[in-house]
């Protein structure tokens, strides 16, 4: 009979903590930084000859509380480069991630993938560049 008691009162201990640590999750994750896109997380260049260079800047302002991280930019190709600010990002201070794509080699319909790792929850957010590349018309070969 005691061993069922000992088991009761282990158990109604470790529900306790159980519940301490969700509430503090909350707590932690309603503070953390979130990164907010002052504008669009899309941006049609629309139309551009093949071997123009497209530049966007999205801004973005920290609505959290604790400063926001920039950990890593990827894109979803080697014709697309972002660069971002490599310190935090205060509480309710903006900045912005430029994005440049090379559209040598590529031609019709675009849309590259840029995604951001930071410390925000959900780790990760995409932005995207979109349009359509005109292809440069090729010289005729002479036999």
């Given amino acids: 009979m005691s061993l069922f008691i000992v088991i009761g009162i282990v158990s109604s201990f470790l529900g306790c903590s159980k519940s301490e640590e969700k509430s503090g999750d909350k707590e932690a994750t309603g503070k953390a930084p979130v990164l907010t896109l002052l504008d669009s ?3 049609d260049f629309g139309t551009v ?3 123009a260079i497209v530049e966007h800047d999205f801004k973005f302002k920290n609505n959290g509380e604790y400063p ?3 950990n890593n930019i990827t894109s979803s190709c080697g014709c697309t480069t972002p660069e971002w600010p490599k310190e935090p990002i205060g509480p309710n201070e903006t ?3 430029k994005v440049r794509f090379d559209t040598k080699n590529k031609s019709g319909p675009q849309v590259k993938t840029i995604t951001v790792y930071a410390n925000t929850e959900p780790a990760y957010s995409e932005l995207r560049l979109r349009g359509i590349v005109n292809a440069v018309p090729k010289p005729e070969v002479k036999n």
């Fill in 49 to 51: 000859n093949e071997g």
């Fill in 41 to 43: 997380a899309s941006y």
């Fill in 68 to 70: 926001l991280i920039l």
């Fill in 95 to 97: 900045s912005s991630i």
